[in-house]
């Protein structure tokens, strides 16, 4: 393996003695034609950079294999601190082990952690992950639209400090799904939001972090006291009900939410995506069929996503964790838009607010609403689509949250 080679690295029974918390976290999901095929990265090296939430005194990684069709063989690992255009900080590197050994074979379906390793990162770091894989990944775990650009470098180059000649750029992330850090007095728990592309932010300028999770991540970060941390476990064109792109989030909330290490706090930030796609226009204005086809089963209506935030609000609570759900934001202007599908969201806001089923609601749609015509979007919070938030409307969500939820 290449990299520094003294680094020591701890296990993780010594310094998680206080438990985990992901301090960053994507959803997976598998590849997804639609968007064209992933390279194969036979003999390459995928680099990646993350922004942290809360900081700590060791990290580790959570690679994932979770939709792939063959054993994954990472041949090396290394995490360190990220310079512009893909650098890294000379000194940061910190090779990464598993079990104590340089390389590991992920099994089919399944995800890993790495040893935590002994790297100093404040809140807000933003770290550089690269991955040698000498073998060919045919169908690589991935999160696309997630506005953060990876590359991809010729053979084993995981200590490069520059991106070498020959490097590609990738618009997605794959293979990675979370950093931890321990949980000790700096570092708080973790607030875990579970959404579609307006937590995911596909409508914001890549690889500036302007999500709106980023954004309560840096108010959270300058507060006094403990930096809780925030995990973006959005998919753009995820649904509540039925898979999309990514499994629907009833199926997904106990892998990408509960089993979050840390857990204190969750944010159901889903159903829009499930009212669009059974209401779009029949006179031939909205999208494609071939859009639609991507998006399966029956309408649904807003009792069906009512019951479903009480299945999700359940499981949560079982955990003893707080449940908050933002309202669903305007979409008036989008090509999916109808006035069936508005009723529709409005009913199913009109219960957030008022149902108590909550510890608290975080009224996104009135941060959003245009107040001359409620149904769209104010000029300049969205990214032109009159769905998706732009830098400055995701900037106004983040802002728009009361801290005081999180203590």
């Known amino acids: 393996m290449t990299g520094n080679t003294d680094i020591t690295t701890a296990h993780p029974t ?53 939709y792939g069709t063959e054993p994954l063989i990472v041949g090396a690992a290394q995490i360190a601190l990220a310079a512009p255009e893909g650098g890294i900080r000379p000194g940061s590197e910190r090779g990464l082990t598993f079990d104590d050994k340089p390389t590991v074979t992920i099994p089919t379906g399944a995800p890993v952690l790495s040893d935590p390793v002994d790297l100093a990162v404040p809140a807000l770091s933003e770290l550089s992950i690269s991955l040698y894989l000498p073998e060919a990944v045919k169908s690589a775990t991935c999160h ?165 935030f009480g299945q999700l609000i359940g499981r949560a609570r079982a955990r003893g964790v707080r449940v908050y759900a933002p309202t669903l934001t305007p979409y008036e202007g989008d090509e999916i838009f109808t006035q069936e599908g508005e009723q529709v969201r409005q009913k199913v806001n009109e219960w957030i607010r008022t149902s108590g089923a909550f510890d608290a609601v975080m009224d996104f749609d009135a941060v959003w609403s245009d107040p001359d015509h409620p149904s769209r979007i104010r000029d300049g919070f969205h990214a032109g689509d009159h769905l998706h938030g732009s830098d400055a409307g995701c900037r106004a969500l983040g802002d728009s949250i009361d801290l005081a939820l999180f203590q």
């Open 144 to 308: 696309a639209m997630g506005v953060q650009t990876a590359w991809v470098m010729p053979g084993n180059t995981v200590d490069a400090l520059t991106l070498p000649a020959g490097s590609e750029s990738l618009p997605l992330q794959a293979l990675i799904s979370a950093v931890e850090v321990p949980r000790d007095g700096d570092t708080g728990a973790t607030i875990a939001v579970i959404g579609d592309s307006n937590t995911d932010c596909s409508g914001t300028t890549p690889d500036t972090n302007r999500r709106w999770t980023d954004r309560l991540a840096e108010r959270l970060a300058e507060r006094d006291g403990a930096t809780l941390c925030v995990s973006n476990q959005g998919i753009s064109g995820n649904r509540m009900l039925n898979e999309g792109l990514g499994e629907a989030a009833l199926a997904r909330f106990d892998r990408d939410v509960l089993a979050t290490p840390g857990l204190g706090y969750v944010v159901l930030a889903i159903g829009l995506g499930d009212i669009g796609v059974s209401y779009p226009p029949t006179d031939g204005s909205g999208p494609s069929p071939d859009f639609l086809a991507m998006f399966p089963g029956a309408p649904v209506t807003a009792d069906d996503l009512i019951a479903g």
């Open 14 to 66: 010594g310094a998680a003695a206080g438990g985990w918390a992901r301090t960053w976290g994507t959803a997976p999901h598998a590849p997804i034609s639609e968007f064209g095929l992933l390279p194969s990265f036979a003999d390459t090296t995928l680099r990646q950079v993350v922004r942290i939430s809360g900081g700590g005194r060791q990290v580790r990684l959570r690679i994932t294999n979770e």
